[in-house]
């Protein structure tokens, strides 16, 4: 049986209602609940939803440690898009309007919702649909009238605790008690089929996960398979309905527009890699730390720091060098080495303002790191990838000026088994996509330090070893993915 609880931003947003020993502010859920002896269902009434924000996190940590949990990361992935992905990525059924019945007076009106729930019974199927589509578990709605019995949603807000008032809040323990026996709602996304794959890219990216011979390559794999092959950009959101697969050849991230193209082309039934819940997974550190360990994945030691919680007591009992990583940074951006407890504090201060949760982790000395691409759970290609020169990061950032360190690509064969053995393991956790697992070897042991959906494939790099056939294998999987949707469509 499982076990739902309660997480609040403090306790003292729960003190109006009875004690339970099932609600827990935010700080102790990050600490007592990444090993569940049963099943957990969270309802996240933290706060903070937007991106890198306390409820973000909440969400983020209970999707790793496998706990079901509301809102969704999905939800809080859409609600925290650019302005100018909003229209198309969140909930685009709403733009149609929706009838009432009988007849109103008013030209707007609001919709207090509790977990699909409303006060008022003429909006009980609107407000369903309302939570169906995103699942906060409280929410208003404010619409405006369009006609005679015509309603557009204007906004949508999630609502906590501490902004309710007397009426709201009895309603809220009432649907609070109710919800418990209802279902946990899942969205099924449509399946189309087809043959024509969409790549997206950025010619100006600085460091672009394919090279433009690249590119080229896979555009010719794909012909030669029967797949029309088109490079876009950012420009073409609005033509992703033209094609059947999405390829994001661009580095991804949560608040950009490649989570936008990959969120609307799985709703379109598009074939995707990256798909949204593996830019989710894999673009924040925190998430990634958390269901590493959960699976008893090893890692380099870390520990969560949390804003607003770190002293020099802490600080001081940690081991240095110590490494310091904002959850969202690539290309070694965001990351800062500090020797000494006094450097850790200063730099903390930094990155706080950018985010609620920094990890603090092992500084593990290697001439390389290891990179493995995986495509669907099979080792595809393995890569050393030295520290640039004269610096302890692959990536060496200067002012006005960023260097790689140098590439060595080996057969797979002649990698560590242990080493194959761990990237398998951390990418499994993620999905069914490509990947490239990032590991450090120390004395015969194997620490996975990162999963990335977006991995580097540069013409004469990580093809190095397989030559075509690499562009071969990521297409044929496309072709594979195509083939099976389209056979075995409902």
Not at 2 to 31: G, N, P, Q, R
Request: aromatic share 12%; charged share 25%.
């Amino acid at each position: 049986m499982s076990k739902t609880i309660v997480v609040v931003s403090s306790m003292e947003d729960w003190s109006v209602y009875a004690h339970s020993d099932l609600v827990y502010d935010f700080e102790t859920y990050l600490k007592k609940f990444q090993e569940a002896d049963q099943p957990v269902q969270v309802i996240n009434l933290a706060g903070g939803y937007g991106y890198l924000g306390r409820g973000y996190y909440c969400s983020l940590l209970a999707e790793a440690r496998g706990h079901k949990v509301l809102p969704s990361l999905q939800t809080l992935g859409g609600f925290n898009q650019p302005a100018e992905f909003k229209e198309f990525t969140a909930f685009p059924f709403l733009a149609r309007g929706a009838k009432w019945p009988g007849s109103m007076e008013q030209d707007e009106l609001e919709i207090f919702v509790v977990f699909g729930m409303t006060a008022e019974e003429r909006f009980e199927a609107y407000a369903k649909s309302l939570f169906h589509l995103m699942d906060f578990p409280l929410l208003k709605a404010r619409l405006k009238k369009r006609g005679e019995r015509r309603w557009l949603v204007e906004s949508v807000k999630p609502l906590t605790l501490d902004e309710l008032d007397d009426r709201e809040q009895d309603f809220f323990a009432l649907a609070l008690e109710r919800y418990h026996r209802r279902i946990w709602y899942r969205q099924r996304s449509k399946k189309v089929p087809g043959y024509d794959l969409a790549i997206l890219h950025d010619p100006d990216e600085e460091f672009p996960p394919s090279n433009r011979r690249a590119l080229q390559q896979f555009i010719v794999a794909a012909k030669n398979m029967d797949i029309s092959a088109e490079l876009i950009t950012a420009d073409d959101f609005r033509r992703l309905p033209e094609f059947d697969a999405l390829f994001i050849r661009e580095t991804t991230a949560v608040n950009h527009h490649t989570y936008s193209f990959s969120r609307e082309a799985q709703r379109l039934g598009l074939v995707v890699i990256d798909d949204p819940a593996s830019i989710l997974r894999c673009t924040n550190k925190v998430y990634l730390h958390d269901l590493l360990t959960t699976h008893a994945i090893r890692v380099p030691e870390t520990r969560v720091l949390s804003a607003g919680s770190v002293s020099m007591e802490l600080l001081e009992s940690l081991v240095y060098p110590l490494v310091l990583k904002i959850p969202d940074g690539s290309f070694s951006r965001g990351v800062s080495r500090v020797e000494r407890p006094v450097d850790a504090m200063n730099a903390l201060e930094r990155l706080f303002s950018t985010s609620h949760l920094v990890l603090a982790q092992q500084y593990i000395y290697t001439d390389f790191d290891w990179r493995i691409g995986i495509l669907n759970h099979v080792p595809l290609f393995a890569c050393r990838y030295y520290m640039a020169k004269g610096h302890w990061q692959i990536y060496a950032h200067g002012a006005g000026d960023s260097r790689p360190g140098e590439v060595e690509t080996v057969p797979v064969r002649n990698v560590p088994p242990g080493v194959v053995k761990a990237a398998q393991r951390a990418s499994a956790l993620i999905g069914n996509g490509l990947y490239g697992v990032d590991i450090k070897e120390k004395d015969g042991t194997a620490y996975v330090v990162e999963v990335n959906d977006n991995p580097s494939i540069d013409y004469g790099v990580e093809d190095f070893i397989s030559g075509d056939e690499l562009y071969r294998s990521i297409v044929g999987e496309f072709l594979r993915r195509l083939f099976r949707q389209h056979v075995f469509r409902p």
